[in-house]
């Protein structure tokens, strides 16, 4: 029988890789341009002659829209399934949930997650502080899926107005990329607002207390504030303004050497973002309650947002971008080349792509 572990970590924010200060060693430790992975005898595709030596898969998660294909899988089993079914009857699978990218970055330094999901800030500070990390593929991207938001009474009618003003989010966050652009693009940099530290849970009360001004956050938290019509989207990424990128990666040392695992663990997330794609509203209505929205709402919130699982070229400049940004502003202290550290065989093997279109 499969040992499965599972539990879910309400952990608070914590500053530990925080955007101030982040330090490291250098981060062209890849192959120069995307790679592949071989070893184990395993073809990638669900079998193989040989067992990879691993006795155990921690998968992190954050409980997000954005990532309901790994809770549609956790909730399924499907990847203690699979591996069981290729031979793996003594692996334990742990799924976490963080709260957002900063704790969930803490849990990987600390040695304690193998492969997981992650805005494309945290992401790429956490490989620019150290973290010998790769990027597997993406998880969810879309324009309209992180957004900053504004009291419906507010005088801040756009992003021009936003200087000089208090903007609440999770520092270390894709929300702070989402800004930095918006910002950008108004001729103001991220130094003319004043950043307050906040995590999801607590928008709603700094907007209601008036302790910020705005609030830049991701779903499904965007449709929580804007509910009841007290608070409004001033600003999201459209336009080509902001992709907001989530990568799916994993440790490189897990990688390399358990690369059939990892495989599995690919083709499930594949399976599970088929079947939200498609049934969307079927999903909405289980997983309302969880995320505290209506069916309704989710559902708003699912039709925003892309689940590719492949990671294209333009999704690569588009982290380029980010790791430019935060060695830029003195975020990071070295830059990541992403393209170095781009493992995508996984995500194009032909089980994948078959799971994808329904096949499977």
């Known amino acids: 029988m ?31 341009g995307t790679a592949s992975v071989e070893g184990n005898g395993t073809n990638q595709t669900g079998s193989s002659s040989e067992l990879n030596a691993a006795t155990h898969l921690n998968i992190a998660t954050q409980p997000a829209p954005a990532y309901l ?40 330094a600390a040695g304690q997650q193998d492969v997981g999901v992650m805005g494309n800030v945290p992401s790429i500070l ?53 800004l930095y652009n918006l910002l950008k693009e108004e001729g103001l940099s991220i130094e003319d607002v004043e950043l307050i530290n ?23 938290t965007i449709a929580k504030l804007t509910a009841d019509g007290k608070n409004v989207i001033l600003a999201d990424g459209s336009n080509g303004v902001f992709l907001a990128e989530n990568t799916i990666f994993g440790n490189r040392e897990y990688v390399e050497q358990n690369p059939e695992i990892v495989q599995i663990f690919i083709q499930q997330y594949a399976r599970a973002a088929y079947e939200v794609v498609n049934n969307k509203e079927e999903y909405a209505k289980k997983y309302a309650d969880k995320y505290g929205l209506t069916e309704e709402l989710l559902y708003e919130a699912l039709k925003d947002a892309n689940l590719p699982i492949v990671i294209t070229e333009t999704d690569i400049n588009d ?9 830029e502003t003195g975020k990071a202290s070295v830059q ?25």
């Open 2 to 32: 499969s040992n499965v572990g599972r539990k879910i970590l309400a952990l608070g924010l914590v500053a530990g890789l925080s955007l101030v200060g982040v330090v490291g060693c250098g981060s062209s430790d890849g192959n120069g």
């Open 69 to 108: 294909p790994i809770q549609v899988a956790w909730d399924n089993g499907w990847v203690e399934e699979a591996l069981k079914e290729a031979g793996y009857t003594d692996i334990e699978v742990t799924f976490t949930e963080f709260e957002s990218g900063p704790p969930e970055n803490e849990s990987f």
């Open 126 to 178: 956490g490989k620019a502080a150290g973290q010998d990390r790769v990027y597997l593929g993406i998880s969810e991207n879309g324009e309209k899926t992180e957004a900053v938001i504004v009291p419906a009474d507010s005088d801040i009618k756009s992003v021009a107005d936003l200087k000089g003003k208090k903007v609440g989010l999770v520092v270390g966050s894709i929300c702070e990329n989402l």
């Open 198 to 220: 906040l995590a999801t849970s607590e928008q709603q009360a700094a907007l209601d207390a008036k302790q910020v001004d705005a609030v830049a956050t991701w779903q499904p």
């Open 319 to 327: 982290l380029q971008g980010t790791a430019d940004f935060l060695y």
């Open 336 to 360: 990541v080349n992403v393209k170095e550290n781009v493992i995508d065989t996984f995500v194009n093997d032909e089980t994948v792509k078959a799971y994808l279109n329904g096949e499977k």
